[in-house]
């Protein structure tokens, strides 16, 4: 066996269906131009058609199959119309990637309850009733791969976390639930933490140089992390090679939490 095709029994994506929740942008789009190229067939699920259609495009210039659901993952009724929409595309889904997030963050006692029950649903109520709708069917066909992007306020407060550390943190212990369940028939469920990434989502903060060096001061490489630093990460939990991987949090920080 060449090394090519070992690397490609480990972690090609070949034949299997990804969905991709916040798939047209930032952290989401990296994660899902990473599968789509790695062979998976890549649904695409957010909110703005136009992004959707410009990461449609670009995928499938690379010669990716790939589609995409205008979704709004605000209420309950948009999640589980998202997730059949999804599924009618290329088939039951074999890999799940929570990506789609908002970042509402005014300080704590100015948090009401329209703050508290946005960010909820779309943090957490999105990849607990995909994960539902998904789950049992991996688990039956035994395979499955639950992916959630989660953030360093998960395990500690800095910068106003608010209710978005709240949901964060929630999300990683949704992940141990999910592995607890599904990982002895092959599902296997983990979290992405990222350090501070420059994307849209994290534009406030991306508008203070001082705050941006000091964040990239504190990490062990020097800078700030790219929405494409997760794209190795990411692949590697989608595919086979990491099969005894489960109810972890893997960051992808330059060392930023351990700094």
């Known amino acids: 066996m060449s090394a090519q095709e070992y690397l490609t029994a480990m972690f090609s994506l070949e034949g ?15 994660i899902a131009t990473a599968l789509a190229r790695a062979g998976a067939r890549v649904v695409v699920v ?3 058609r136009e992004a959707l ?4 495009t670009e995928l499938t210039g690379f010669g990716c199959e790939a589609a995409s659901v205008s979704a709004d993952l605000g209420s309950r009724e948009g999640i ?24 509402l963050r005014p300080p704590m006692g100015d948090i009401d309850e329209a703050v508290w029950d946005a960010t909820m649903a779309v943090n957490l109520e999105a990849p607990f009733l995909l994960g539902r709708r998904f789950g049992p069917g991996m688990a039956e066909r035994g395979f499955g791969r639950i992916i959630h992007v989660t953030s360093q306020q998960a ?9 978005y550390g709240v949901s964060k943190g929630a999300l990683e212990s949704l992940a141990r639930s999910q592995a607890e369940a599904w990982s002895p028939h092959g599902v296997t469920a983990n979290t992405l933490v990222p ?15 001082e705050q941006v060096a000091a964040l990239a001061a504190r990490t062990m490489v020097g800078r700030n992390g790219f929405a494409e630093d997760f794209a190795g990460a990411a692949v590697f939990l989608a595919s086979g ?8 949090a893997v960051f992808v920080d330059g060392g930023l939490s351990v700094h």
Do not use: K, M
């Open 241 to 248: 090679a990491s099969g005894y991987v489960t109810g972890q």
């Open 16 to 30: 299997r269906v990804a969905v991709v929740t916040g798939g047209s942008s930032g952290i989401g789009r990296a």
């Open 53 to 56: 259609d410009a990461t449609v």
């Open 46 to 48: 957010a909110r703005g």
């Open 195 to 209: 350090g501070f990434v420059l994307t849209p989502l994290n534009e406030r903060l991306a508008s203070d140089p």
């Open 155 to 163: 395990h500690r407060a800095f910068v106003q976390s608010g209710v």
């Open 80 to 103: 589980r119309a998202a997730g059949e929409a999804a599924a009618a595309v290329f088939g039951e889904p074999d890999i799940l990637v929570n990506s789609a997030g908002i970042n």
